[in-house]
């Protein structure tokens, strides 16, 4: 079993609806998620944390944390055009070294 | 110059080449990483210097060999490499927390350019 897993899409939305991006991971033991952007040859950018159970809400992004079920999503509202990147997700794995462990990333694309 | 910062972007080398990658950050973090980002797969973690010690993915063959002379530099030395290892080489930092205290903010990398890296 992939330590995170995503589907790599990708995945079209019309412009102004809400995009759903989902993760799960394996390690029950973590505590840090992560959802970085990364549009097409440009480096991965943090835009959402969250570390506790629920919503956390930045603008127009929301991520939601359940450790029970093991995954966390990423919903974008009011999608525009400029959303349109690779969505990666990232969990911190505590083996010895703490380490960042990515999945695979979802292609969005937002059709005008 | 902000942020973090790779050199070259972009290197196309033979499979008999020496070159280094280079990586410097601006943020005053205490942790730096290398990752390998090939097409359709998860990015990879390929080193880690945390806190002036060094963690490193097993996998990855001795052809990468990586240095850290301060918090600030980086450094990926490429010696005779195969076509298989051309791939985006992303140079991150970040703050890590000290001792046992738990730090959930620890863990947000901040990621340079990278280097695209082509091997003939």
């Known amino acids: 079993q992939k330590e995170v897993e995503q589907n790599s899409g990708p995945l079209s939305v019309p412009e102004g609806a809400i995009a759903s991006l989902n993760c799960t991971y394996s390690?029950?033991?973590?505590?840090?998620f992560f959802w970085y952007r990364q549009y097409s040859g440009k480096s991965p950018e943090l835009i959402m944390s969250i570390y506790s159970n629920g919503d956390k809400e930045d603008g127009r992004f929301t991520v939601q944390l359940n450790k029970a079920s093991q995954y966390v999503s990423l919903l974008i509202r009011d999608s525009q055009p400029s959303d349109s990147a690779t969505y990666l997700c990232a969990v911190k794995i505590i083996q010895g070294a703490q380490k960042l462990v990515f999945g695979q990333g979802t292609r969005l694309t937002i059709n005008p | 110059e902000t942020g973090v910062t790779q050199t070259p972007r972009h290197l196309v080398m033979g499979m008999t080449n020496k070159k280094s990658l280079k990586c410097e950050q601006h943020l005053g973090h205490n942790a730096m990483y290398w990752y390998k980002q090939s097409a359709k797969k998860p990015l990879e973690l390929m080193f880690v210097y945390s806190l002036e010690e060094r963690v490193e993915n097993n996998s990855v063959p001795s052809r990468f060999s990586p240095e850290c002379p301060n918090s600030s530099h980086l450094f990926l030395h490429l010696h005779t490499l195969q076509p298989e290892d051309s791939a985006l080489y992303l140079c991150?930092?970040?703050?890590?927390?000290?001792?046992?205290?738990?730090?959930?903010?620890?863990?947000?990398?901040?990621f340079g350019e990278g280097s695209r890296l082509t091997v003939l």
């Open positions: 991150a930092s970040s703050q890590e927390g000290s001792g046992r205290a738990w730090n959930p903010a620890a863990g947000e990398l901040f």
């Open positions: 390690d029950r033991v973590s505590q840090s």
